[in-house]
């Protein structure tokens, strides 16, 4: 029957097809979603070498043309992309903490600058970060952003946007911060670029304020909910503050508003708001429970610390 055979001749190939695509790209859905990591060897390229001069947020290997992301391209380097984001993971508790928190903030800063109510507004997770006094300490050269982060985009950046690539690198740092080894998170592509984004100035959350700035940045300009909001605020369990950018944080002079114990831990602990900044885990929420709420201003009356 020549119809029949036609009809399993296209059903031999739509099925072919599948099974290159799986092969291919087997930890990506259709809809550009990371659901395994079980990646063969053999369909990655091999590493490559950094290239020597570069413009940050400019994709060298691209002389800065647009990108449209693929998944098969994606999945091309990410073996690479994750065996790079491993090697420089630091030794030391303190410097994981500073490199695992700045890239999840690097991440939130970058969709937090978005505003859905503005319809022709498309700033949001773009790649770029507007000169804001929020952005302190991510946009700087000798920031972590420029001098891990960026160079690592630039090998790959002719396959992922920079915009997902910071995504990756979050998702990343918060899979290898989990101490229980457990945390394995979805990842969807397709973020396109920018270069300019100053209009997206002022867009974060003003840390002075409560529960009124929480809502209007998540809820009202974010489009999120009030519980996304919160789930967000835990990822203040990674990192520390640094008072050279952001004015809060504490100093050798105010010992007595020191919580971390001895000296073995206090160079981890100061300036976190939990004993172990490097670890992901629930430690935020909990010390808001168990930890005595006292007010200071030790670097002004614009600047509180609890």
Known sequence: NPKRTNMM????????????????????????????????????????????????????LTNGAPLV????????????IKQDFLASIPSTPFEKANLFGAAVRL????????????STDTFGPDGCLS???????????????????????Q??????????????????????????????LDYQFGRQDKTVCELEVDRLPNPQ?????????????MGLTMEDAVTLLGAHTLGHTHI??????LTTENEDFNPCGD??????????WVYNPHEFDNGFYYSLFVQLWDNKQPNGPDKNLW
């Open 263 to 272: 000296d073995a831990q206090r160079a981890n602990c100061l300036n976190a």
């Open 9 to 60: 001749l296209i059903s031999f190939c739509v099925l072919l097809l599948q099974a290159k695509t799986f092969f291919a790209c087997p930890f990506l859905r259709s809809d550009g979603k990371i659901v395994s990591e079980n990646l063969s060897g053999s369909i990655h390229d091999g590493h490559r070498n950094l290239l020597s001069t570069y413009t940050p947020g400019v994709c060298a």
């Open 244 to 249: 050279e950018n952001s004015g809060y944080g």
């Open 155 to 184: 090998k790959y950046c002719d396959k992922i946007s920079r915009a997902d690539f910071w995504v990756l690198f979050g998702k990343l740092s918060l899979e290898a911060a989990d101490p229980t080894n457990s945390i394995k």
């Open 69 to 80: 992301a693929t998944s098969e391209g994606i999945c091309s380097v990410y073996e690479n």
């Open 209 to 221: 304020y409560g529960v009124e700035m929480l809502e209007k940045v998540f809820v009202t300009q």
């Open 107 to 118: 991440t939130f800063h970058d969709a937090g600058e978005a505003n859905l109510q503005n």
């Open 131 to 153: 000169s804001s006094s929020d952005n302190a300490g991510l946009v700087e050269s000798t920031s972590l952003v420029n001098t891990v982060i960026e160079p690592m985009w």
